[in-house]
């Protein structure tokens, strides 16, 4: 228990639009700063998905106004095979990063988090400040990739080397668009750990009198969770950035071996290893999906308490759960890996962990279950989601089953079924977290109802439509006329 | 509303298993010898995650049905058993389930990695460079000449670096765009990386393995039809990785020597 | 009265006199009365030219199933000549010849996943159009020298987007061009000042050029270069043959 007038004389009533709305100190300021950085961020991300999917739909053929957006990568509006790779990596990135980690995490947790141990605010008010303008400067950096002549990097928002670290050579925006990627997740994990620490010593430090952790709401949890696993897995990422832009400014070859052969010209690179940067990717990769989710989970949990007029089954279960999801998906990473060419014997070392780790998301999924029977749920759109985000979980997370295992994986590795998968629990179960949190906390942060008529078209055209686009993604994996891998600016099967 | 939900859902549910179930469409038929423990661990997760999905989507879809909204005069209830139910359903249920699958996972995971490759396999190399893949057979000699990375030349031919004129190995070594390979007989494939990551993936012969440069990684498999097959990069590779393909020919035995014989009066 | 017009008349004669400098500059397409022809001869065997496999790319295997197409670095005749050598003045042009840019606009084309030309000859400044006759996309990669007067460059041009236009900046013999995606795509752009002829199939070659002496110079992709002093008189065409040894 802390002394609160040492809070409240840290505070004092800020006057000026500045010191009030953009450099504020205030967790709900910065909380409804992220909010909408990742509202900006998600309309851009998804315009992006627009445009591939409306190139996949009509490829070869003119998208008006394409060529504005640029002009190498549309002559003539038709889309190259490198604007398309250009568009996938930024839409990834986009979604991933600046509104997976943004929204659930740093808006709602910022909001919320102190208000919910019972604290006056954050303790390091200007590192949480710092915080959102880091992250948002890191936003710019990225979309700037846009704006330079080669334009964005067109590696996939997982950058794997060396087509990522040996340059240009390697295609249009793998000079400058890689430096700034890189650039900008860097900055971006910066951003990401000054919130962390805001997170964890609001969390053991700053909790009310009586507030004991176990009282905490399962919101809180999930934020505390999710913000251990953000320093530990941030805090590889942007050490995997700098040396990923160190091989290119300062011709170092950490993930450049020799010999290399591009455009018949050998690269001037020795001694790296491209496994390394996978290794080093994927140990913050797997996390992360975490860091996407687990909020969203404390989300549902909380929105479903409060509409289904009863406790959860058991409220330190579903904590043990979320903490036993965050400590395993440390040991599952290698699962993006089974194919890579690292020792198969690690291949199956990994499997298991991740096949354990079915069995916390499972008690979760029973958790809420469980909660329901019994109950008597008020429907209403912060509800719909959440049980739509269960829904969507458990179908994302069986298809997960075949992509636990090493020998499956041969056959669906970099096929649209991991698109189906990822966008399941990610593109939509995440994200329908954060429409419960929008729709349940909205009067709380802005002062009015959102219109509850909308919300519950929102939750149909979403749920359904949603479900329409990735489940046959999923399915349509198995037959051999239909199953297309990912990356793809067309497929040229030509059985 | 919440009846909505709940038909919506059971609705989804079983749209989405009529396909898998009725085999609506299937897998690529398998012609390998290592293929079936694969094939067979694919309709086994198949099964457990199918029934967990059904079975999880329509319980969720009834307690929506049966407890939203507010059913006045009905009391609040609580599941009988509690947490401890279910988190007992889940180990014992999912836990032994999901390590049932890895344990016998391992045996079709072994059969392809922990073993050897035959003592007369045929070594053949691939290479996989931005955007095409290329084949090398050691030609009669049976040894595979050293590769020269700085005599790379895309224009002339020389797309593994070959010194024909001073590397005695290199002399009878032969290059081509297409892989053939005679049927039944197992095969060790040496994968190189001429520049990034590829991969290569046959889905009938059951073989997906990413390249890796710096290190030169190696296959065994053995296909048993005759036909012509597809083998595409799944690794993004750059620009042109969707048009990074090559074409597999299984043929007999007397077919593919034919076949050798005349890549190699074509080199 | 006289006086001005005098002046009026003087100025517009200077004026039109200036013009005519100027124009005569910018945009010749044919200069001199002189002609230069000459043939390209092999001494000794050609190498042998590789077939191309083209069957990653089926729709352009397709087009060349019957027919197969070989690499065509050193393409010589049954008769021992040579095609697709660059032939082209290095020394002896004037002022206005040296920077006039050929107001031709050839095409580049890609066709059958080759390039056709697989050589190109041009002027500094020069405008040509680059195609894509296929059915299949293909990306267009020239490397000019490293530090030198033109950029590297790299953009892909599906079917169904317009020609592109282009020019170069500076002097290079030669840039390579090549397409990523179909490996053995494989051509040249030689970029020069003056007049300049590529040798056709049966290796023959026609300069026109204003009477002077100069030297010429033949480049071929694997036998290097060539050079040779030729005299060009008003009326009567001059000849100049080279002859590149095998390798």
Redesign the interface.
Known sequence: MHDMSHAQAAHHEPTGFIRKHVFSLDHKVIGKQYYGLALAAVLIGMFLSWLMRIHLGWTNYPIPGLELLSKNGAPGNVMTPEFYLQLMTMHATIMVFFVLTTAPFAAFGNYFLPIQVGAEDMPFPHFNMMSFWVTFVGFLVLVSSFFVPDGPTLGGWTQYAPLSAVGKVSGPGQGLGVVLWATSIAIFCVGQLLGSLNFITTTLDMRTRGMSMWRLPLSAWAWFITSVMGLTAFAVLMPACILLILDHVAGTSFFVPSNLVINDQLQPHSGGSTLLWQHLFWFFGHPEVYIAIVPGMGIVSHVLVTNMRKPLLSHRVVVYSMGALAVLSYMVYGHHMFLSGMNPVSSLAFSFPTLVITIPSTILVLMWLGSLYGAKLRINSASLFSLGFISMFISGGVSGFFLAQPSTDIMLHATYFVVGHFHMVMGVAAMFGIFAGTYFWFPKMFGRMMNETLGKLHFWLSFVGTYCIFMPSTILEWPETYAVTRRLWTTTHSR | ??KF?AV??VV?AIV?AI??LRH??????DISTHGA??DE??SE??A???I??LA??I??AY??WR?????PG?K????PG??K???W???LL??TE??A??VF??K??AN???TPPAANAMPIQVQA?????YFRYPGPDGTFGPLH??L??????N?F?LDQDHDQDSKDDIV???MAIPVNREIHLLMHA????H?F?V??L??????????D?TLHFTATKIGRY?I?C??????????????LNVKSQPDFDDWLKKQAA?? | MKAAQKIAVMSSALLLLAFAFLYSGNNVSAAGEGKITGTIKLDGTAPRQRPIDMSKEPSCAKIHESNPVHTENVVASASGTLQNVVVYVSEGLTGNEASAVSSDNPTWDQKGCQYIPHVMALNIGQHFKVVNSDQTSHNIHPMPKQGGPNHEWNKSQPTGAPPFDVTWTGEEVAIPVKCNIHPWMHGYMAVVKGPNAISDANGAFTLNLAPGSYTLTAWQEELGTQTQKVTVAAGKPATADFTFKAK
């Open positions: 509303m919440g939900v919506t859902i989804i989405s396909p898998i609506t469409w299937w897998m690529a038929e423990p694969i661990q694919m997760t198949m457990e995650a199918g967990s999905f999880s989507q319980i969720l307690f929506i407890f939203s909204g507010s059913r009905e609040v209830k609580h599941f509690g947490a139910a279910m988190v359903a889940a180990f999912v836990g999901v390590l699958l890895g996972g391992v079709a995971w392809i990695y922990f460079g931005q955007f095409a893949f990375a700085d790379i030349n895309e224009g002339t031919q797309f670096g081509t765009a297409e001429k520049d990034v990551g991969s993936f889905p009938e059951r073989v997906q393995q990413d390249f890796v440069p710096g290190l990684v597809e595409v799944t690794q993004l590779c750059g620009l042109g990785h969707y048009n990074m393909k090559a074409y074509l080199q």
